[in-house]
């Protein structure tokens, strides 16, 4: 297909398919050589995932790529603060979708602990990153059109905090007034690391998002997927 004209920063690279499920295999398809590789060269390697309608392609994918599993994490870039079960818990699309098949074997470590709030759930989540080695492998972010990624909202009152370089955290409770629960997200210093890193999007409204974002590159605040456009990227897009 006709390569949309957006011109990208230097040293971020796209792939545009023609179907949802093409473009999900070709993802697919890197991120199992990019795990097998840290295998080789690590004990263990991490997969950071998004939730969403537009990774279960993906997450299917994924599941059927033989590796050893076993020594994979498998964790969201982050997860609304709801149980599993609900409607809206990426937990239970992760499980039900990716750690299945071949993957059913991944340690999962959940986001979503104990807690009525984020703020009660935080130390508990903590703890259940303890052993996530840093940097993370492999990261699959997604976009919103308001340009928020993970839960990095721009209307979120945390967002300073969450963007910052030098927060030491791993992950920050989010409060954005836009969305109808309290989330938990991985913070920006922790995703910006990672080894790997793809954007996974589908549908032209996407790309409108997408052309707006690399407009003005400085403005992270504005739109937090800014701060992830940068060399290294890769932009995965189907219609």
Known sequence: MKMPEIEFPEGVQSCFGETPEEVAVALADSVSRFLAQRLAEAPRASLVVSGGSTPLPLFRALSEKPMDWSRVDVLLADERW???GDPASNTTLV???LLQNQAA???FLSLKQPGETPEEGLEAVKRELRELA???DVLILGMGNDGHTASLFPDAPELPRAMDASNPEIVAAMTPPSQAQRRITLTYPVLAEARFTALHLKGADKLETLERAVSKPDEVMVMPI????K???QIFWSP
């Open 82 to 84: 709801v149980p599993e």
């Open 95 to 97: 499980k039900e979708h």
């Open 105 to 107: 074997g991944a340690r």
């Open 134 to 136: 840093l940097p993370i």
């Open 226 to 229: 800014r701060g992830f456009l």
């Open 231 to 233: 060399p290294g990227l």
